[in-house]
């Protein structure tokens, strides 16, 4: 039998195929080289498919980009995509924002957007986007000025501002999370602080904010204002004053009573109707019946939309104390021939809040914002002992957590009270 020989060149060619061979075999993900300088790489992650193409005139260098690509694909920093943080943003705003959110949330997003966000950030792109950049960005921001045209002075713009742009920049990120085109979003854990601040202005906004407490009238002034605006109800109802006006004195005493004895949001008693498809203020039955809110814009008007959440629609029992004030509101939309479904759309939406803010000042009522007659609802029930989860509903709340966050303080006073009460036995 003869002797097989083998060259020796082939036998090195062999040799490195073999090798080659078993380095695939070792290696994470795959790649196609082409043979334009270019190759394809392919890598799968927890079932999701990642892929890309980069220039690699050879195996070798192909074999290198691969290996980079697995490493950026493991931590969390590939993105599969050339999206600017602007054209994201963009594309974020058309198909999450809008579809899902009231207009004057989309017109301050767009106006933050422009403003704050898009001039510092708006050029990087998504994979370029890093947690150390976004920290020099909120680095920087947190340092600027308001700026309102018509000030003789801008000040440093408010931590809570900076906060809430960070929200929009998160929520961004995190529809390209969801879009599968960040790995992870480069947004979280990342804290904004203000401890090392030297601007005085900033200094007074963070200690407010620290100590500031939820107003509202205490009991002796929620009779005095509810009392207050009855008798200025029954004063005009009664008055022979030109009809355009006495319904709009009377209306604005009714919201108040409204506000106060229900805690409806402002855009929840502006949606209130009445016509052959509403009810929602029902005499019959004692109940308010929350299932949409109303808005104003400018430049659109006011307009419809559904309520803050799920939550917020509910149908409650109206204290016995208001409905003869519905019997008589009732009576004047329909003496007056008012046409309208929504029973106080001949008032400003937002107008109704300077309103009553002068209101007060003119009868000595401590001023509180209108917001804050929700808050006394809330804050006179607790002191009655009803239950949270019971104010909760009422508010219209997504959650009880809601109700004990906001009304903390509150609770911890009857807390103390509670075992004062328990001492004096």
Excluded at 153 to 162: C, G, L
Excluded at 241 to 264: C, H, P, S
Excluded at 313 to 335: E, F, H, N, T, V
Aim: hydrophobic fraction near 35%; aromatic fraction near 12%; charged fraction near 30%.
């Amino acid at each position: 039998m003869s002797e097989i020989t083998i060259d020796a060149e082939v036998l090195q060619q062999l040799i490195k195929q073999a090798t080659k061979k078993e380095n695939k075999k070792r290696r994470e993900g795959s790649y196609e080289l082409y043979g334009n300088g270019k190759a394809r790489l392919y890598y799968m992650l927890d079932r999701i498919p990642y892929r890309t193409t980069v220039e690699a005139k050879d195996e070798e260098e192909a074999q290198n980009k691969l290996a980079i690509f697995v490493d950026e694909i493991k931590k969390g920093t590939f993105v599969n995509t050339n999206y600017t943080f602007a054209e994201f943003a963009q594309i974020w705003l058309d198909e999450k924002v809008r579809p899902n959110a009231g207009e004057r949330c989309v017109k301050k997003y767009i106006g933050a957007l422009n403003s704050r966000i898009i001039p510092y950030i708006g050029n990087i792109k998504l994979k370029k986007l890093t947690k150390q950049k976004l920290e020099s960005y909120f680095n920087e921001i947190k340092l600027t000025k308001t700026n309102y045209e018509k000030r003789k002075e801008n000040k440093t713009v408010k931590p809570d501002t900076v906060k809430k742009w960070k929200s929009i920049i998160h929520a961004c990120l995190q529809y390209a999370v969801d879009c599968e085109l960040l790995y992870k979003n480069p947004c979280d854990n990342i804290k904004i602080t203000f401890s090392n601040t030297t601007d005085e202005q900033t200094i007074k906004q963070l200690v407010k904010r620290k100590r500031e407490k939820i107003q509202y009238y205490n009991a002796e002034e929620f009779k005095q204002v509810c009392t207050l605006a009855e008798r200025e109800f029954l004063h005009y109802y009664s008055s022979e004053i030109d009809n355009v006006k006495k319904l709009r004195e009377v209306g604005r005493r009714f919201i108040i009573l409204l506000a106060l004895k229900t805690g409806m949001r402002r855009s929840e008693i502006f949606g209130l109707a009445k016509d052959d498809e509403y009810y929602d203020l029902n005499l019959e039955d004692a109940t308010f019946d929350v299932n949409k809110s109303r808005h104003f814009l400018a430049g659109k008007g006011k307009f419809t939309k559904y309520p803050k959440n799920d939550s917020s629609i509910r149908i409650k029992s109206l204290p016995k104390s208001i409905l003869k004030y519905l019997d008589l509101y009732y009576q004047l939309l329909s003496q007056l021939n008012y046409k309208n479904k929504y029973i106080f759309d001949y008032l400003s939406i937002d107008g109704i809040c300077s309103w009553f803010d002068k209101w007060q000042d003119k009868n000595n009522i401590k001023n509180i914002r209108f917001h804050d007659l929700r808050h006394t609802h809330a804050t006179i029930l607790l002191y009655l002992g009803v239950d949270t989860k019971t104010i909760s509903e009422r508010l219209g709340h997504a959650d009880i957590q809601t109700t004990l966050n906001i009304y903390a303080d509150v609770i911890k006073e009857l807390d103390i009270k509670s075992a004062e009460k328990i001492d004096s036995l």
